[in-house]
T-cell receptor, first 114, second 111 residues
Framework: DVKVTQSSRYLVKRTGEKVFLECVQD?????MFWYRQDPGLGLRLIYFSYDVKMKEKGDIPEGYSVSREKKERFSLILESASTNQTSMYLC?????????????FGNGTRLTVT | EDQVTQSPEALRLQEGESSSLNCSYT??????LFWYRQDPGKGPEFLFT???AGEEKEKERLKATLTKKESFLHITAPKPEDSATYLC????????????FGSGTQLTVLP
């Protein structure tokens, strides 16, 4: 089974802090994704990566950046955390970007910015 | 712009009371529709992929169907362990990189 591991289940940060969310997958998937999940809004794509050092913006990239230095690891960075970034963050990986293989998700990081 | 609407937002059933969840979608061209189950405090877990109208897939008490405008997730004789949020997502043929998710249906099955 694919395993997607997010380094933290819960994080509490202060406004203005730089925040790193880490994600590792163990199935050699080329494609990795960061979503945020908010009540009533569903999952919204922040950024995705289809190869090492490659990235593309999703629907809501403002205030975020990403890093993919190794195939198995995809990091989400909040340059200066704000209270409206309080959310559940979900990392996912996928075998083929152009195909129809399903996304495999981690268990999420619940971030609170105070 | 792709849109996915799930209804109802929440559903409470008695154990054994069968029902259906709805996912209606608007896309320029459907490449595939996905169903996921999400338990509290966990990430979504993949259930099914449907590719074309008329297709059906089953897994235990769940059966997913697809038409040109919507998909249904039928739950037959549900048990309390079926309680979860069920998410629907579509892949548009014009946007191969992204899925568009609905907001989900929160299902509670009472013993």
């Amino acid at each position: 089974d694919v395993k997607v591991t997010q380094s933290s289940r819960y994080l509490v940060k202060r406004t203005g802090e730089k925040v790193f969310l880490e994600c590792v997958q163990d199935m050699d998937h080329e494609n990795m994704f960061w979503y945020r999940q908010d009540p009533g809004l569903g999952l919204r794509l922040i950024y995705f990566s289809y190869d090492v050092k490659m990235k593309e913006k999703g629907d809501i990239p403002e205030g975020y950046s990403v890093s993919r230095e190794k195939k198995e690891r995809f990091s989400l960075i909040l340059e200066s955390a704000s209270t409206n970034q309080t959310s559940m963050y979900l990392c996912a990986s996928r075998r083929r970007l152009e195909g129809l293989s399903p996304l495999h998700f981690g268990n999420g990081t619940r971030l609170t910015v105070t | 712009e792709d849109q996915v609407t799930q209804s109802p937002e929440a559903l409470r059933l008695q154990e054994g009371e069968s029902s259906s969840l709805n996912c209606s979608y608007t896309v320029s061209g459907l490449r595939g529709l996905f169903w996921y189950r999400q338990d509290p405090g966990k990430g979504p877990e993949f259930l099914f992929t449907l590719y074309s109208a008329g297709e059906e897939k089953e897994k235990e008490r769940l059966k997913a169907t697809l038409t040109k405008k919507e998909s249904f997730l039928h739950i037959t004789a549900p048990k309390p362990e079926d309680s979860a949020t069920y998410l629907c997502a579509v892949q548009d043929s014009g946007s191969a990189r992204q899925l568009t998710f609905g907001s989900g249906t929160q299902l509670t099955v009472l013993p």
